[in-house]
C-alpha cells in the first residue's frame, strides 16, 4: 500500500438548476448557503493539498471553500453518457422497461455512450494512486464518494451505492499504511 493519506471528501454544493436531471459537467453550483459552507470551511485542514473534479459545480464549491483546487477527471462523476442533459421522467417515458431494468443492477449496467458504477471505482482507484500523502480534499460528487468507500471498506459496487452523500457533506477516509479508516460519512 501506498504512503498515509488522509481524505477529506466533499460533495459539491446542489446544482442550480432543475431537478430530476441528470446534470452535465457543466452545471453551475448553487452556493447560497453560505452558512454551511462556512462552516464546512471552517472543518478542513489547513494547507491541504486540494483537488476537484473537471465539473463546473466542483470547481464553483472548492472556489467558495477557499480552496486552489487541481482538476482530475479520475475524480469525475459517473458518465451517463447519452442520457446526460435528459429528465429521469423522460428517460423512463421514452425507454420503459429498459430504462427501469438498467436501475435493477445500475452498478454494473452502462447507459448507452456511457461508463457503469464499476468503471467509475477502477477510473477513482487509479486516481487515488496520484495523490501525495498527508491532507488531500476532493471536492467531488456523490457518485465519487461512493466509489471511494467501496475502495476504502472493499464493498461489492452495489454495496457501496447504498450510502446517502448529501451535497456539501463531509466523508472522512484515511488510506494507512496497511489498510482504510472510515472516520465519517455525510457529516453535515
Known amino acids: 500500500m501506498s504512503a498515509e493519506i488522509n481524505l477529506w471528501l466533499i460533495r459539491h454544493a446542489p446544482v442550480d438548476g432543475p431537478r430530476g436531471v441528470i446534470h452535465a459537467p457543466d452545471a453551475p453550483a448553487d452556493l447560497g448557503d453560505t452558512a454551511t459552507i462556512a462552516a464546512l470551511k471552517a472543518r478542513l485542514p489547513a494547507g491541504a493539498f ?5 465539473a463546473r459545480r466542483t470547481r464553483e464549491t472548492a472556489h467558495a471553500l477557499g480552496l486552489d483546487a487541481r482538476e482530475a477527471a479520475a475524480f469525475r462523476e459517473q458518465d451517463f453518457g447519452d ?4 429528465r429521469h421522467n423522460d428517460l423512463v417515458a421514452e425507454l420503459g422497461e429498459a430504462y427501469r431494468t438498467f436501475w435493477k443492477s ?9 461508463e457503469s458504477f464499476v468503471d467509475q471505482i477502477a477510473r477513482a ?6 495523490l501525495p500523502s498527508g491532507d488531500v480534499v476532493l471536492v467531488v460528487h456523490s457518485g465519487t464518494i461512493r466509489a471511494l468507500l467501496a475502495i476504502a471498506l472493499d464493498l461489492a459496487a452495489d454495496s457501496a451505492l447504498r450510502f446517502v452523500i448529501d451535497p456539501l457533506s463531509l466523508t472522512r477516509i484515511d488510506r494507512l499504511e496497511n489498510g482504510w479508516r472510515v472516520v465519517a460519512v455525510n457529516l453535515r
Open 50 to 54: 486540494a483537488v476537484c473534479s473537471p
Open 83 to 86: 442520457w446526460t442533459g435528459r
Open 106 to 114: 445500475p452498478a454494473a449496467n452502462r447507459p448507452p455512450s456511457g
Open 125 to 130: 482507484r487509479a486516481g487515488l494512486e496520484q
